[in-house]
């Protein structure tokens, strides 16, 4: 599920916040979720549809605009450790003042975007590749007539862009402060190499996609014969998470059991490719909220999938009563890696939460 939160501040802004919804609804993927606000008022009344008398639901309606009753840095926060994409409907002043504080870092920060209100024109302010700004300029630029701004110099020159080829093929970047590099001979048009495996290579290439194993079986002098500014060291994502949790479990406790895992593990946050449980849970406010801040894929299996799941795992006949399967997170998890898969952490339990990893060979996608 993607989230987008979008704002406006002007009438006329507000009138374009609506037509956006109207086009986004009807072209955008069926996992979009919108979440539209406007902080624009006309006297004593809002500028919320009569059908809401003036009230703040408790949460956003796809379609449906309410009043920001919140401050704007309070909004601020929210959608930016919450959304997959802002969306200011405004001046561009307004944007980087509200999101300054929340910027943290160019691989997890969510997609920011400005359009003035009478819909001329669409910026790409924050986070144009991984998070997927310039893409979504192009298309709000393709279904409302504006222009999109794009600045980032790879895409203006046309040019190979290391952060974006990571993003699309799903793959860990080992040491991102090669992406200037790599990016920058690309738009000087110089020829980038890629080495697959053959780790080291014969000759030192500017980008190296390996393998999990073969990165790690590397000894030190070999990893530092990569770690230049020349070299981008690339690996899949091998991990898959399953977790299992009461309903209504707070997104704050369900971080504190990802972070207590992957100490447990040793496994970095990047190396995660897939946040997974039963699909009862696909719509948990939790397990979403989660995913979107570590910007990982959901994945549910119905229990039919994860009874047929090979393996010896930690049963509880109270959980098969309740969901119709013995075991949620290892099973899930082992859902996600596929054959040949392996479980590397057991069942964790930890007060109405469950979580297990599993690890695979390939790359989880």
Not at 249 to 260: I, K, S, T, Y
Not at 270 to 298: T, V
Not at 335 to 354: D, E, F, H, Y
Request: overall charge negative; hydrophobic content about 40%.
């Amino acid at each position: 599920m993607k989230k987008i939160h979008l704002i406006s501040f002007t009438a006329a802004g507000l009138e374009l916040e609506r037509r956006l919804i109207s086009a986004l609804q009807q072209y955008g993927p069926e996992d979009w979720v919108l979440f539209p606000v406007t902080r624009y008022r006309h006297g004593n009344d809002t500028a919320c549809p009569d059908s809401m008398n003036g009230e703040i639901p408790d949460g956003a309606v796809p379609g449906e605009i309410r009043f920001a009753g919140e401050g704007l840095a309070e909004w601020a926060g929210e959608a930016m450790g919450s959304g997959d994409i802002l969306l200011f409907i405004g001046a561009a002043g307004i944007a980087v003042r509200t999101i300054a504080p929340y910027v943290r870092d160019k691989l997890k920060d969510p997609a920011v975007l400005v359009m003035d209100e009478r819909g001329n024109y669409v910026i790409s302010l924050l986070s144009g590749h991984v998070g997927g700004a310039n893409a979504f300029a192009a298309l709000i630029a393709d279904v409302c007539g504006a222009l999109p701004v794009i600045t980032t110099a790879t895409d203006i020159n046309g040019a190979f862009s290391a952060d974006l080829f990571a993003k699309e093929n799903h793959l860990q970047i080992v040491n991102r402060s090669a992406i200037a590099a790599v990016s920058t001979k690309a738009i000087e048009e110089k020829p980038v190499r890629l080495c697959i495996e053959g780790f080291p290579p014969q000759e030192k290439p500017d980008v190296a996609l390996v393998t999990h194993q073969t990165y790690q079986s590397a000894t030190d002098q070999e990893k530092r014969a990569f770690f230049t500014p020349g070299t981008l060291v690339l690996c899949p994502k091998r991990y898959a998470l399953g977790m299992g949790c009461k309903k209504g479990m707070p997104a704050e406790r369900l971080e504190e059991v990802f972070r207590e895992i992957l100490e447990i593990t040793g496994i970095e946050e990047a190396q995660i490719g897939a946040l997974c449980s039963i699909d009862i849970k696909s719509e948990e406010p939790g397990l979403l909220e989660l995913s979107a801040k570590h910007r990982l894929p959901f994945l549910t299996f119905s229990a039919e999938v994860l009874r047929n799941i090979p393996g010896d795992y930690s049963g509880s006949g109270f959980v098969q009563g309740q969901v119709g399967v013995d075991n949620v997170c290892e099973r899930s998890a082992m859902a996600a890696v596929g054959t040949g898969g392996t479980l590397i952490l057991k069942k964790q339990v930890r007060s109405g939460i469950t979580a297990a990893v599993a690890e695979r060979s390939g790359n989880l996608s």
